[in-house]
């Protein structure tokens, strides 16, 4: 499934699978993790370790563990959308780090983030949580993993309990308001770059 690991000399793999070997996750080290996801083979130790002292910086140690296991792809997605999407779930949809850890969220595009908080959130069926006042707020919506993890058709019928139809044509809408405020953002900075010459 991975042609690009059969380009590597067999010296060169056993020393890299050693330097994973070295690099831990709690109990784990990250080769137990290649060995899921073959994948991160690809990506360089280094950045691996870069990476995951970033994540230590934002994740408790008993949340890092379940965030890497349920979104391997964050050790090597790029680190701007990463952080986009955490961004939007915690600012926007109001979610902590151990709510983000227990889901998959982070495997997703960020446009299917925000097109199923936006579906539940206009239609009433989700309020921004303040975790400030009440650590438990956050369980009076569906969780983040039925709300991002879960199929179109679940999402739609079991978790906002409407149509998946009214989901598609809903999904449609949100990726053409989007579309549209993204070229309107664009036009005004051209403007102001007009002005300013």
Not at 75 to 91: E, F, G, N, R
Request: hydrophobic share 35%; with cysteine; charged share 30%.
């Amino acid at each position: 499934m991975y042609p690009d690991l059969l380009q590597h000399r067999p010296s060169k793999l056993r020393d890299t699978l050693l330097q994973y070997k070295a690099i831990t996750i709690g109990k784990e080290n990250v080769l137990q993790l290649i060995q899921r996801y073959p994948v991160l083979y690809l990506v360089p130790p280094r950045k691996i370790k870069k990476r995951l002292a970033l994540l230590n910086t934002i994740f408790a140690p008993a949340e890092l563990r379940p965030l890497i296991r349920n979104n391997p792809n964050i050790l090597c997605d790029d680190w701007q959308d990463v952080s986009d999407k955490m961004m939007y779930i915690h600012t926007e949809m109001g979610l902590e780090q151990p709510q983000i850890s227990a889901s998959q969220a982070l495997q997703k595009s960020l446009m299917h983030i925000k097109t199923r908080h936006l579906f539940l959130s206009r239609a009433g069926l989700y309020v921004k949580p303040n975790l400030l006042r009440d650590k438990m707020s956050y369980r009076r919506n569906p969780s983040l993993s039925d709300i991002t993890d879960t199929s179109n058709r679940f999402f739609a019928n079991k978790v906002a309990k409407l149509s998946e139809e009214e989901y598609k044509v809903f999904s449609e809408m949100i990726r053409e308001e989007l579309d549209a405020s993204q070229s309107d953002s664009d036009d005004s900075e051209d403007e102001e770059h007009h002005a300013d010459v």
